[in-house]
Structures are given as C-alpha cells and as structure tokens.
C-alpha cells in the first residue's frame, strides 16, 4: 500500500474509535449519574485493574502490556473526569517526580493542585479541596520518607494506590561545558543519589546547594549563570534548560514508590498490598508475638520498619492481602488496639 492508502486506512479507524469512544463515554455518564446520586467513589482501581486484565489476557495484536496500560489509564482518567471532575493535589511544585507519577495515573484532563509539603497535600486531601494526594514513602537509595509516615499517623486518610517509578536525573544547564559550572541545585537525596557522577566529573568540588525540589532547581540554574541543576528531564524542558547529561544516577535501578491517598477505602481485587501501623506495648517478645500471629494464618508479611515519631517507636507493616479478606480481618479484630491500617490496595509490587 501507498503512504496515502495506509492513511485512508488509517483515518477510517480513527473515525470508528471516535465512535466508539463516544459510545463508552455514553455510557461512563450514566455510570456517574448512578455514582453521584449515592455518593460512591468514581474511583475504582480494582476495577479498572479487571479490565486491564482482561484485555492483556484475549490480546493478540501489536500492543504490548504496557501500551495496553498507557493506552486505557488515560481513556480511564477522562472517563473518571466526565463521571465527576476531582482535583489531585501533589507533591510540587510542577515537573517534580511526583507530579509526574500523579499525571500517569490521572492523566493529563485532571486538574492539579501542586503543594509546598508532603503534609500541605495531606491537609487538602482531609479539607477536601482535593480529592486525591500523591506523595513519595520511599526510595530504593534513600529509604523511607518519614514526614509521609508521620502524616499517615495524624490524619485519617487511606492509601487507595501504589505507583512505582524509575527515577532518572538529568545534569542541566546553560554552561557549555562542565568547567564553567560554579554551583548545583537539586534536592539533597538527589545529591546522594548521584555522588559516583558528581565525583567522576570532578563536580564534588562545586557548590552544591540543596533546595526543596529538583523542579525548582532547574528554575534557578536557568536563571543564574555558571549555575546547573540535577532535576528530571520534564523540569529541564518545562524551564528551558539544556541537558548536558542524562541518566546521571548512580545505581541504574533507582526506583521511588509513591502513595495515593484519599478518603474512602478500596473493594477487593483479590491482588492486594495492605499497609499498617503497629504501636506495639514496650515489652520483650511484643513483636514476635504479634508478627507470630500473622505466619499462623499465613499472611505474607513484606515490609517491616521501625519509625520514631516524638519520641515514640512505632512500626510501618505491610503484608499481601486486603484488610477484608476472611483470613485477615480476625487478626487485624485481635490486634485493632494496636494497629491503624492506612489501606488496602492494587499490589503493583512486592517491594522496592
Ligand atoms: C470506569 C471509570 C472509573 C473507574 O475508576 C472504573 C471504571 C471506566 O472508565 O471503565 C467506569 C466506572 O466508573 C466504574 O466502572 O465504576
């Protein structure tokens, strides 16, 4: 066939996915008129994960997984948007990693509120102004966020989902070379992420200046001389700033996990990640006790971390498996003076 030919084709497909988008789109309406009459969240994971699954399973064409995913996150976050537009507020300020994990899941019609702190985008999910927040609760280098444990503590949200993303830095400035460059911007586990760089290029011996956010950081290199930031690519190109190099982090599998929190609590989906709080009672054998009871109705238990919040010691706990399901909600009834649960939700992953 001619370029012409394929096009034609082409054009005709595109004119009967109009439609059929339309149709569905019909139909999401009515599914949102049903939902805003009873008040029930326009968000369901587990559902969407069900119609992932089954299209992944009867699909023998070219799309991979992952472009089934791209493809039908973004028609699922426009169809969530003509249901009941919400607003998600995130970690800022605009280009952070975080915005852009934000926008992977909620796609780019939703309207977004970016926050100065992880406990500004806890404030306004609980207000109410958003109906979402997403936050980072931990790196594969740098461990876990502890302000995102302590405001999972203090406020009464849920966890409704777990996003994994490769974090990438790039080396951006206006200098032409690396020997103009006097100073760097970025945040300061970037920083630490990137030491093997900064050091083989001689760069450890510059000002290294550690602001809030590497998005911000690539404003300023913009804007100073002889400055340069590490930041995400979309922040170099969102401020204009020429990348002299890419993928600059020192372990090639530098992952963050993020968090999206709101107000309700996810069904089943039968693949379930549940995250907890345990203050146990200061006493020998308290733990073991408690992790006992978890091994004797095989529970898989996949995370434990101890956190100190004033002064007090607490443990961040997950295990494989939804609050409701059968074998688990008598555990968590035994230990309920002891456990805050922050939410059940799609497992992504097993871990970091
Ligand atoms: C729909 C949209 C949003 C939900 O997160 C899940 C699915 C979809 O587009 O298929 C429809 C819907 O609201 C629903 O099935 O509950």
Known sequence: MTLDELRTKIDTIDDQLLKLYNQRMEYVNQVGELKNTTGAPIYRPER??????????????????????????????????????????????????????????????????????????????????????????????????????????????????????DIHHTLATRCDSINEIKKIYSKDIAFDQCRIFLQDCGLDEVELIPIESTAKAAKLAMEEDNSAAICANVAAK????????????????????????????????GNDKTSMLVYLKNRPGALVEFLNDFERCEVNLTKIKSHIVEGESIFFIEFNGHQKDLHIIDIIERHKDEVKILGSYIKENDDI
């Open 238 to 269: 969102l401020y204009n700033l020429p990348i002299l190099f890419s993928n600059i982090e020192d372990c090639d599998n530098n992952k963050t996990r993020f968090f999206v929190i709101s107000n309700f609590d996810n069904l089943i989906s």
């Open 48 to 165: 969407e994960q069900a119609i992932l699954n089954r299209l992944k399973q009867q699909n023998d064409g070219k799309l991979t997984d992952e472009a089934i995913d791209a493809l039908f996150l973004e028609l699922f976050a426009v169809s969530r948007n003509l249901e009941r537009p919400e607003a998600i507020a995130y970690l800022g300020p605009k280009a952070s990693f975080t915005h852009q994990v934000a926008e992977s899941r909620f796609g780019a019609m939703s309207r977004y509120i970016p926050m100065g702190s992880i406990k500004a985008v806890f404030r306004e999910v609980n207000r109410g102004t958003a109906k979402f927040g997403v936050i980072p609760i931990e790196n594969s280098s740098n461990g876990i966020v502890s302000d995102t444990i302590n405001c999972l503590k203090e406020y009464d949200l849920k966890i409704i989902a777990e996003i994994f993303m």
